[in-house]
């Protein structure tokens, strides 16, 4: 993905539908002073919105899944002008977004509540042990062009759930989005606790530099400046970066539903997805039918320029950069002995390219090695389920997986041999559509999660520890000063009680230890 680019010269960002090139709209860009002042209002806003609890900011997350419900088919019209998108992925965004919505607003004050431990020590039980959650006052959100809406509630509003004030930067690819996000949130009359700030790299670096807790979506070697920039400031920061995502296809497999899966799991929003699947690995036995079958799958779907008919599958590439990256993934795999089943160039007509299927590819293709983030679907051959594991997780990337088979249990078994992140049995993408589920990155895929239930939340906060008496106060504690032989027998003696094993080990106490 290309992220945070460094800025032309210029005082705004003019945004083109990569699929004609025709003007969409144009933002500002935000210099460093510009961004600093809007997380300073941010942090003026933050303590009201925290302070009216996870009651008081779930009326004002349904409220904004409502706005965005009524306004679903213009947020379509936007996605579509900005990132040249088939009318059924961009008209997926909207709802998908306000089912985020409506899933932290109602479950984030039970992920957020005290939680009390139970004392680990019979010394420490005459204490009332307290867990409080307490939100990062702003949260920095810069996310990648590939969703531009539904990205910022994927990871943007659990934040605002915890309490957070969120600064948002959009990619300068696609933030048009985003911007109708934000009118959204000022038309409600929602609280002044989420700014949108827009422009390139040094924009982004503003961001960082002015916020409390960073979550990037995008590219590994962005996401590498992103971590080290957080690290300067000593501020936490969860990355969700590029993927590889393998695909096994064994012998017992329902071909046909593999065949439809693998080429949605690979195809959806022409390939530029994270979890998008970039290897399939097929057992010999069933490898020449396979290839058939998802040629088949692939040849029939109609790519081109979508309106509001929902005519087409696969729209434009995001970028010509990314065009062009595909490209040369595909030109490298034939130059080296694969095969194009189906695809393999560019249309000719803006970022389009074919949907593509390779065969007879190995592991000295860039189109396997490298993310490619694009409509491709390289095929390997393997022996058995042991190479296919194998080379699987021969990538420096660990994001997800998808395994194919007839038999469950050894789906499972597969699965926990992954290094992935999450494995999808007999489907794709499936992980991602249950946020009770961590969405987490292994491997140069990713530091930490989102979604994942309470987690997703808490990753937002700072736990605080709150100790109190459970019963009557003396004028001392047994451990304070002044110090006794006493005095410290009794304390050790509780502890050795609690931690000791067998009784020459228990009666041990200060002062009859030989």
Known sequence: MTDLQAAPALSEITVRNPADGSVAGSVPIDSPHTVAAKARALRDAQPEWEAMGADGRKTWLLTMQDWILDNADHLADVLQSETGKPRTDAAMEPPLSADLLDYWARHAGRFLADRHPAAHSPLMKVKRLTTVY????????????NFPLLNIALDGVAALAAGAAMLLKPSEVTPLSAVEFARGWTEIGAPPVLALTTGYAETGAAVIANSDCVHFTGSTATGRKVAVACAERLIPCTLELGGKDPAIVLADADL???????????????GQVCVSIERVYVEAPVYDEFVAKLTGEVSRLRQGQDDARYRFDVGAMATPAQRDIVGRHVDDAVARGARITTGGRPTGVGTFFEPTVLADVDHSMTCMREETFGPTLPVVKVADEDEAVRLANDSPYGLSATVWTGDLDRGERVARRLEAGAVNINDALSNGFNFALPMAGWKHSGIGSRQGGAEGVLKYCRPQAITAPRLPTQKRELLWFPYSRRKSRIAAGIVRAAAGRGWRRVGRTPGNSR
């Open 134 to 145: 307490r939100p990062f006052p702003v949260v920095g959100l810069i996310i990648p062009w």
């Open 256 to 270: 046909d539903r593999a065949a439809a899966g693998i080429a949605w799991g690979g195809m959806f929003n022409s």
